[in-house]
């Protein structure tokens, strides 16, 4: 079975705050995360992160670098393949939407107390985004 080809947005604010989801849906439901999902067979990484923001966040982003990659299992027994870039908002509200239960921009210092998805601290300390310790 080929690795399932996602994406995920590490989107910083002005204050520093990272944007996390709340996942609505099967992996993770219930979990904060960040935004993002799979790549269609004719989406590039970018075009995938772009609908996928608009449909989780209600926001329009520019698609920055690679920051990381990371492979997760799939509850199918498969494997997701995730890339996971910076991005910056430059448009749109702040809702949630989609399969997102709730979305939010959250102080990194913040990020231990909440229920994330397997991996995605320690993921986010690996790759030194700013403020998370």
Known sequence: MRPTPCVGAIVLDA?????LIRRGTPPGKGLWSLPGGRVEADESDADALRRELAEETGLDIAVGPL?????????????YDIRDYACIVHGGELRAGDDAE??????????????????LLDALREWNVPGVA
């Open 15 to 19: 204050e520093g705050r990272l944007l």
């Open 67 to 79: 920051v990381g990659t990371v492979r997760r299992a799939a509850p199918d027994g498969g494997v």
């Open 102 to 119: 709730d979305a939010r921009w959250v102080p990194p210092h913040e990020l231990p107390r909440l229920e994330l998805t397997d991996g």
